[in-house]
């Protein structure tokens, strides 16, 4: 993959960045090495199986409309492209990807203004990720869309990294070559909280064991295994250069409540059109009477009330919620502006990753 030179330069920017705080980073790894029992011959050898298998997962809901009714699933199939935020201005809440916007803003400090240079386009952006290491079945980062494109190993080559959410301009940054800051930051949450990447009980040594024993592994099936319910704590991945289906994508793994409708047809199609494994995780279905009003907001119970089939909400009837919402705003005044009820259903997925039970198609 050629990359541009403001591409180039984005991933320089934070490459130069992680190697100036090196020192302090691989301190606190030498330490929290010593407090773990680890030797550095073991730990330089889990870190070598990360970077040679891991694979940045990239979130996304297929059933999101663009202005003209096409789903994203629609559009990747016929494009065969996965496209950032400032090109398709598509967002589960507000839309701030454009010039001058709070998007725009952050990523000028994360890349140094990179981005910013004259002459550079919006498809050159980047795309988001989270680094996909545990292997939970409901992916590293659910918050960010029900289904989710496991990429090629190599593609993480290209990638810049931050220890959690990028917006909130986290200190630890790092790139492929200069990861350290990320695993510094990801040792110190697991030693201080035992809790890191969605993993509770989770110490350095069982981390370093499962880089060693777990990570080269095939992929397997997700059907039946546990979700993590993952809202908060992932290695953010940002992927330079463009993002293909057929080169760059290995599998793609969906929420099963697409089964059956236009939309999970189209999944199938595509990951048949570019040779991409698919699978389905377990899925997520809530009561009505079980939707909380302490988590997101008073307003969940009602809203959930408002798309349920039967008493129950699940992945597919939020995404028919918000193409209702884009075809025939007008019905949906009484909850406020088109953009406060985006921001409401997507509060509303939080709800039902959170507390979902396993799907079940009636």
Known sequence: MKLTQAQQLAIHNVERYAAQQKDDAQATIQHLLRMSNITDDVFHKAIRKLKEHARIALHFHPD????????????????????????TLLSNGSVSAYPGGLRDQWEEQLFGGAYQIKGTTLKERAKYGA????????????????????????VSRRATYTYLDSHQNPK?????????????GLFEEIFTRDYALGEPNLKVSSLIQHLFHNIEMPFQDPANKQVYRNLNHYIEAQVHGNLSLKEDVEILVADPS??????GGTLTNLCTKYGIQLYYHSGFQLSVDQVPSDFRGLEM????????????IDTHLIGEAVRDLTKNPATWTDRGTRSEVLQELK????????????????
Request: include cysteine; aromatic fraction near 14%; hydrophobic fraction near 40%.
């Open 172 to 184: 630890e940054k790092g790139t492929y070559e200069e990861f350290d800051m990320i695993i510094a």
């Open 347 to 362: 509060l509303l997925w939080h709800v039902l990753v959170k507390y979902g039970k396993p799907f079940v198609k009636k």
């Open 64 to 87: 999101r409309p663009s202005s003209t009714m096409e789903s994203i699933a629609e559009a990747l199939y016929q494009e065969g492209i996965y496209k950032s935020q400032f090109e």
């Open 131 to 154: 680094l996909n290491i545990m292997y939970h079945s409901d992916g590293p980062a659910p918050r960010f869309g029900s289904c989710y494109f496991l990429l090629k190993p190599e």
């Open 258 to 263: 697409f089964i059956g409708t236009k939309v």
């Open 301 to 312: 119970p009602s809203l959930a009330k408002r798309i349920a089939k039967n008493q129950v």
